[in-house]
């Protein structure tokens, strides 16, 4: 059987790898799709269709870090 700080130590690398990818798609989804530009009066402009993307990538990010958190808090009982 698995200790308990062996389960923690997965489960707080599993939580970093997840948190490094979701950092690494927001970054990449920064870049504006074709059919998310909008041409304004003087400028081009964002559609909506891009500000939920980025919303959702954003939100994303911010739940693997809480779990990351989580992991390493949960990992950190386990030393004592």
């Known amino acids: 059987a698995m200790s308990s700080r062996a389960a923690a130590l997965i489960d707080a690398n599993e939580a970093a790898?997840?948190?490094?990818?979701?950092?690494?798609?927001?970054?990449?989804?920064?870049?504006?799709?074709?059919d998310?530009?909008?041409?304004?009066a003087n400028?081009?402009?964002m559609s909506q269709r891009y500000w939920r993307r980025q919303d959702e990538l954003r939100r994303t990010v911010e739940q693997a870090r809480r779990r990351w958190a989580d992991?390493?808090?949960t990992l950190a009982a386990s030393a004592r």
């Open 36 to 40: 998310e530009q909008v041409r304004g």
């Open 71 to 73: 992991a390493n808090r």
């Open 17 to 34: 790898r997840r948190l490094k990818q979701a950092e690494q798609e927001r970054e990449h989804g920064a870049e504006r799709l074709p």
């Open 43 to 45: 400028a081009i402009v």
